[in-house]
T-cell receptor, first 116, second 119 residues
Framework: AQSVTQLGSHVSVSEGALVLLRCNYS??????LFWYVQYPNQGLQLLLK??????LVKGINGFEAEFKKSETSFHLTKPSAHMSDAAEYFC??????????????FGQGTTLQVKP | GAVVSQHPSWVICKSGTSVKIECRSL??????MFWYRQFPKQSLMLMAT?????????EQGVEKDKFLINHASLTLSTLTVTSAHPEDSSFYIC???????????????FGPGTRLTVL
């Protein structure tokens, strides 16, 4: 079975501070992992993805994530938070890994609050 | 990036009526579309996979007779919530998958979602 767990349903940081959103995965096959952002009443936008290439993945808006197999983690980071980063963030694993089913299993989501 | 639209963006209906939600890929042909459901402050749950010209594949626990999916063309999939009840109120999101091209592995693009409220 495959799953992702996001540690912390709510993260609050000050503007300019480091953003760290945690995601741990469970997968019986080499995983494909994703981070998405969702603004209120909108769909999801892909931030970045890991598909077994480089373990450090750079995404849009200054975000990056590192795949650590030994820790079964795929944490999302950004060096300096902006007010516009306030949103809901979802970590997801693709069912079947490299078989590329397209089916995504999402974590519970983390709400990022950015304080001025 | 590619654009996926959903219509309507929100709908309010009476209990017992049926509601149709459209998902369209505007600038690419989607071999596969997925339907997700999201309750307030919760994650997305995959409901079904829709392939053009074939029957949808439903996830465990999803009633196929209640959530009718039709994928009539490579750019359109519809989700019909039949005999809707208040517990069906939710945010429904579709995604469309582009066919693999070059280095792409058939990336998914999400629609903006449809908020359904059943009175």
């Amino acid at each position: 079975a495959q799953s992702v767990t996001q540690l912390g349903s709510h993260v609050s940081v000050s503007e300019g501070a480091l953003v760290l959103l945690r995601c741990n995965y469970s997968s019986s096959v080499p995983p494909y992992l994703f981070w998405y952002v969702q603004y209120p009443n909108q769909g999801l936008q892909l931030l970045l993805k890991y598909t077994s290439a480089a373990t450090l993945v750079k995404g849009i808006n200054g975000f990056e994530a590192e795949f650590k197999k030994s820790e079964t983690s795929f944490h999302l980071t950004k060096p300096s938070a902006h007010m516009s980063d306030a949103a809901e963030y979802f970590c997801a694993v693709m069912l079947g890994g490299s078989s590329n089913t397209g089916k995504l299993i999402f974590g519970q989501g983390t709400t990022l609050q950015v304080k001025p | 990036g590619a654009v996926v639209s959903q219509h309507p963006s929100w709908v309010i209906c009476k209990s017992g009526t049926s509601v149709k939600i459209e998902c369209r890929s505007l600038d690419f042909q989607a071999t596969t579309m997925f339907w997700y459901r999201q309750f307030p402050k919760q994650s997305l749950m995959l409901m079904a996979t829709s392939n053009e010209g074939s029957k949808a594949t439903y996830e465990q626990g999803v009633e196929k007779d209640k959530f009718l999916i039709n994928h009539a063309s490579l750019t359109l999939s519809t989700l019909t919530v039949t005999s809707a009840h208040p517990e069906d109120s939710s945010f429904y999101i579709c995604s469309a998958r582009a066919p693999p091209a070059g280095g792409s592995r058939g990336e998914q693009f999400f629609g903006p979602g449809t908020r359904l409220t059943v009175l």
